[in-house]
């Protein structure tokens, strides 16, 4: 859904996220924050791609200029 | 070796039920409207640690509660919002939420774990706790124990009895005709998703305020949001057999308790864990009792054919599918 079934950014995506996986385990050590906010982060940037994905095709029915 | 005193073994089985069965009416009330809450785990921490750091800063549990019970409405607004106006999938969103809401929890609460707080207080009702035996296991309790017990009642008459509970049944089974009798399908949906996750919320606050007093991870309620959303099927979406499979998980976590001490040398992670599957093996019995065949061999065994007539219950037809007004 993020990669918008784009075989070609799927591995961007997925990079992006096994840094924030990573960088959560530096969080306690570098930042003394809780590992668990690259989840907050995760879920956050999901929900937010889904609710663009939705924009994108009521924009597009509606026959608005849909945000690209 | 542990004694088996059924009035203290019966107690504990109602007062460590009672978040269970208000998450379990809370997810019936929303699935019955036609929408799936899938966060049912993630929300309960929150509205858990919600609760416990308000009645911790304001060392009011009242408030607590009200908080717990907002943060968990707020959680099934997104579900539901996502599901109804944005035409998403309820199962991603609600996946989404679980684990977001569940690193919410534990990031927000961080800095108030193993904090010593308020927590409620019995309340045994005068003269009916003298009642012998029963009196003890109902009525010996706290306020929530005695609301998750009237809840159980409310939810079946207001589903089952009234106008506005035909209607709630009906946008979860027709959506479409329940907008041709001039019901707005998408507000009730909204609205019983918002109810629903007001009771999950209240479930999380029970925990960390009544059944596991206090905050930290691991809080102890991990895992019941799905055990939750398995009792919604177990009682076929009816909310007092809902709610007597939360009785049966209870009791089998209970009986966990008691097994360590009658069986030393299993470990006690074996009898932690054990409610689980159990409760998985049962939905699977239930599950091959759906069976033809099954039903069939149950046509001349008259007691199993009651049993799997009381068992048996319909998945609201229009659950997971969002009202389309075309």
Not at chain 1, 44 to 63: E, F
Not at chain 2, 77 to 89: E, G, H, M, P, R
Not at chain 2, 174 to 195: D, E, F, H, L, V
Not at chain 2, 264 to 280: D, E, R
């Amino acid at each position: 859904m993020l990669a918008n079934y784009n075989v070609w950014i799927t591995p961007l995506v997925a990079f992006f996220f096994a840094c924030l996986n990573v960088g959560s385990i530096q969080l306690p050590m570098m930042l003394e924050l809780d590992s668990s906010l690259s989840g907050v982060i995760q879920g956050s940037l999901v929900l937010a791609t889904l609710a663009l994905h939705s924009w994108r095709i009521h924009g597009k029915m509606s026959g608005g200029t849909p945000a690209t | 070796m542990t004694e088996l005193d059924l009035t203290i073994l019966f107690a504990g089985v109602v007062a460590g039920a009672a978040p269970i069965v208000l998450a379990t009416l809370g997810e019936t009330v929303t699935e019955k409207a036609g929408i799936i809450n899938l966060s049912l785990d993630g929300t309960i921490l929150l509205s858990a640690m919600a609760a416990f750091v308000v009645a911790l800063k304001t060392n009011n549990i009242l408030l607590g509660f009200v908080f717990a019970a907002v943060v968990g409405g707020i959680v099934a607004a997104i579900v539901a919002f996502f599901s109804i106006y944005l035409n998403q999938s309820q199962v991603a969103v609600g996946f989404v939420l679980t684990l977001m809401t569940r690193d919410l929890a534990y990031f927000l609460g961080n800095s108030y774990s193993r904090l010593q707080g308020p927590q409620v207080v019995p309340f045994p009702v005068p003269l009916l706790k003298d009642i012998p035996f029963l009196g003890q296991i109902f009525f010996n309790q706290n306020l929530l124990v005695y609301f998750s017990l009237g809840m159980i009642v409310f939810c079946w008459w207001y589903m089952y009895r009234t106008p506005l509970g035909l209607q709630l049944r009906s946008v979860g089974e027709n959506p479409r005709a329940s907008y041709a009798r001039g019901i707005n399908p998408k507000r009730q949906q909204m609205m019983y998703s918002i109810c629903g996750g007001l009771l999950v919320g209240l479930a999380g606050a029970t925990f960390s305020l009544s059944v596991k007093p206090g905050w930290g991870r691991p809080q102890g309620a991990e895992g019941v949001g799905w055990i939750a959303l398995v009792l919604v099927i177990f009682g076929g979406w009816n909310p007092i057999k809902a709610a007597m499979g939360a009785y049966l998980f209870s009791f089998l976590q209970v009986m966990g308790i008691y097994c360590q001490g009658w069986l030393p040398t299993i470990p006690a992670q074996v009898f932690q864990v054990a409610p689980f599957p159990l409760m998985i093996f049962t939905l699977l019995v239930m599950s091959l009792a759906q069976k033809e065949s099954v039903q069939n061999w149950a046509e001349d065994h008259m007691r199993m054919k009651s049993i799997l007539a009381f068992l048996s219950g319909s998945v609201p037809t229009s659950l997971g599918k969002p009202f389309r007004q075309d």
